[in-house]
Every structure is written in C-alpha cells, then in structure tokens.
C-alpha cells in the first residue's frame, strides 16, 4: 500500500503486457488523501479489457477475532472490544500476550499500537491533533458541539477537524447518534491519553468542565457526576 507514482506505472505495464489470465492482488490502506488519489489514479488508468474489482475490507467481527485468539473466550472478548476489530492491534495484543502470558492491564498500550497510534496522530494538523486532545480528555465519546467548546474553535471548524481526525482512523462517528464521534478504538483512546502531560490534562479536564457545563446549565444533574470529575482533575484532586 505504499505505492508511489512509478509503482502505479509498473503495476499497468504488468496489466497490459501479461495480458488475459493473470491474477494480481494488490492491498491499499484507505484514509490517506494521499494514498487514496494514488490508487484513484492507478484504477482511472488501468487498461479498459482489464476486469478491476475493489474489495473494501473492514474490521475484524467478534467471530473472526474469537478463532484468531483461541483459548479463553473472555480473552476474545476483551481484545476485540479494545482492539475495535483492526487486525493491526489484534495482532499487536496477541503479541504482547505471547511474550508476557497475559493481556495489557487496561492502561497498558503495547509498543507496536503505540508507535501506529503516533503515526496517525503526526498526519494531523495542530488544530486537529488539539482537538483530538480534548477529546482524550473528555472521554471516549463526545458531541461536537462540547468538544467545540472545550477545544476552543467553533463548531463548524470543529466538523472540519472531525472529519480531518475520521480520515487519520483516530476518530469516528457514532451511527445511529447524529453529531456524536468516539475514538475508532479503546487503545487509540489511551494511547492519545497517556501522550499528553499533566499540565495539559489538568487545563483541558477544566476546558472539558466549562464545555459540559455551559451546554448542561438548564439542567445539570444528568452530568453532575461528569462534571465534578473534570472540575476535581482540573484542580489537582482526582
């Protein structure tokens, strides 16, 4: 998938000069501008008596990961719920599984998650990696309007970094929940968490608390429990 330019141009040459009968299956990582203009450009160019066919492949299903694992069920359970189905982190915890004879505690995030995660964050503009910050903060899942607020920009700015966040894998939105994003994994979610000093913790549990509080100020007793948990972080008491 890190085709470039003259790979593009390899891959048609093959196409046309090995004629009828071959079978070429090439991957593609989706959600990179990038990478995905490439792979527009190599299909827009491929030859019109090639039969092209594009399978998007998703996540892994609690089914899948269940055989990948084998074992103890509840081990299943738990990585597909912090992996979300990526075989990518599947891979990577049942890595650190084999080397330690267990599971990552909860706030443990095994080197190779950890190093994919900074990868995508670094692919983010600073507004956007801001924003993701505050979301780290806030939770796992969060409304843009509040995380508007807590990241200091306007909404619709906000739907823009968003949208930036959904394309890097880091974010994603929530179906069947209009105006709701949640971090595209539980590992993601920890991983951005514990990239983040004290200081910059403390000062966003306190944005995130404003945030809650202003779009809660008709009725706060919903979030009461919440809020008090970002005021008592934003000042030191946890």
Do not use: K, N
């Not at 009968?21 to 160019?45: F, I, K, Q, T």
């Not at 779009?215 to 007793?221: T, Y």
Request: charged share 20%.
């Amino acid at each position: 998938h890190w085709i470039d330019r003259g790979g593009g141009a390899l891959l048609r040459h093959l196409l046309r000069a090995c004629g009828h009968g071959l079978l070429l299956l090439a991957s593609h990582r989706s959600g990179d501008a990038g990478w995905d203009a490439a792979l527009a450009d190599v299909a827009a160019r491929v030859p019109v008596d090639a039969e092209l066919t594009l399978l998007p492949v998703g996540c892994l299903g609690a089914e899948a990961v269940r055989e990948l694992v084998g074992g103890d069920p509840r081990d299943a359970g738990t990585i597909h719920e912090a992996s979300g189905g990526s075989p990518l982190f599947v891979a990577e915890l049942l890595r650190f599984r084999a080397a330690t004879g267990r599971l990552p505690a909860r706030d443990e995030i095994p080197p190779g998650v950890r190093q994919a995660v900074g990868r995508r964050i670094a692919e983010l503009s600073d507004p956007a990696r801001r924003l993701v910050e505050a979301a780290a903060v806030a939770g796992r899942m969060g409304s843009v309007a509040e995380l508007a607020a807590a990241g200091g920009v306007g909404e619709l700015e906000a739907v823009d970094l968003i949208d930036e966040a959904i394309g890097a894998r880091v974010l994603c939105e929530q179906s069947g929940t209009p105006g709701q994003v949640a971090f595209t994994h539980d590992l993601v979610h920890t991983a951005v968490l514990q990239q983040l000093s004290a200081t910059r913790q403390t000062y966003l549990h306190g944005r995130v608390a404003g945030a809650l509080l202003d779009h809660a100020r008709d009725d706060p007793a919903p979030r009461a429990a919440e809020i008090a948990h970002h005021l008592a972080a934003a000042s030191g008491r946890t």
